[in-house]
């Protein structure tokens, strides 16, 4: 079945470097949408992404879905120690089936 | 307060014992879904529901029962579960996407049920 790939699976970073996380797919997708799941928490829905060559920001975050709409990257300026988690990415190829990557699990240092 | 529910939180039983894990919302969402998370593994989805009556298979549906009497809840049923059904389940559910949008749109996730079967 479709898979997308998440890399990196893990990050450690000093707290105040960046941090990226990306997922590719191997067929075109509709639409990508980001999560973040804090330690023994629930996933909690970031951003949605739609259109090719989207780019989106939430404050220190900024998420784009690729032009050819296979791949999407979340990436984090000056990351803090609040951003500790695991983020994911959540595919959709037209209906209503959600695929996960298998998410970044982010450990900052302060 | 808008919220997905689910019971219980943690349940530890044995193979081939039947269990209902129940999902509840209170939002008027159309679409509900069940996940597994399972560690290096992401979250798979089991089952999908696009509205009353209306379920579909999602990714590993082998195991696994659904049911969609009501808008609100969408119960996970393990007719027969077995050791390789251990795992952290969520239930998320999500309002009626844009016309001109393909899949779901944001999806709430309840706080998960940990399951354990000896």
């Known amino acids: 079945g479709q898979q997308v790939m998440q890399i990196p699976q893990y990050q450690h970073v000093q707290e105040g470097e960046d941090f990226t996380t990306y997922c590719n797919s191997s067929t075109t997708l509709s639409n990508i949408q980001w999560y973040k799941q804090r330690p023994g928490g629930h996933p909690v829905f970031l951003i949605q992404l739609v259109k090719s060559g989207e780019v989106k920001k939430q404050k220190r975050l900024t998420f784009q879905f690729g032009e050819a709409k296979k791949n999407s990257s979340l990436h984090i300026t000056a990351t803090q120690t609040t951003d500790v988690g695991t983020y994911f990415c959540a595919a959709f190829t037209g209906g209503f089936k959600t695929i996960f990557g298998a998410g970044t699990r982010l450990f900052v240092k302060a | 307060e808008a919220q997905v529910t689910q019971n219980p939180r943690y349940l530890i039983t044995v193979t081939g014992k039947k269990l209902t894990v129940t999902c509840s919302q209170n939002?008027?969402?159309?679409?509900m879904s069940w996940y597994r998370q399972d560690p290096g593994l992401g979250l798979r989805q089991i089952y999908y529901?696009?509205?009353?009556?209306?379920?579909d298979k999602g990714d590993v549906p082998e195991g696994y029962k659904v049911s969609r009497k009501e808008k609100r809840n969408f119960p996970l049923i393990l007719e027969s579960p077995s050791p390789n059904q251990t795992s952290l389940y969520f239930c998320?559910?999500?309002?009626?996407?844009?016309?001109?949008?393909?899949?779901?749109?944001?999806?709430?996730f309840g706080p998960g049920t940990r399951l354990t079967v000896l």
């Open positions: 998320a559910s999500s309002p009626r996407p844009a016309v001109r949008l393909a899949g779901p749109n944001e999806q709430f």
């Open positions: 939002m008027n969402h159309e679409y």
């Open positions: 529901s696009m509205n009353v009556e209306v379920t």
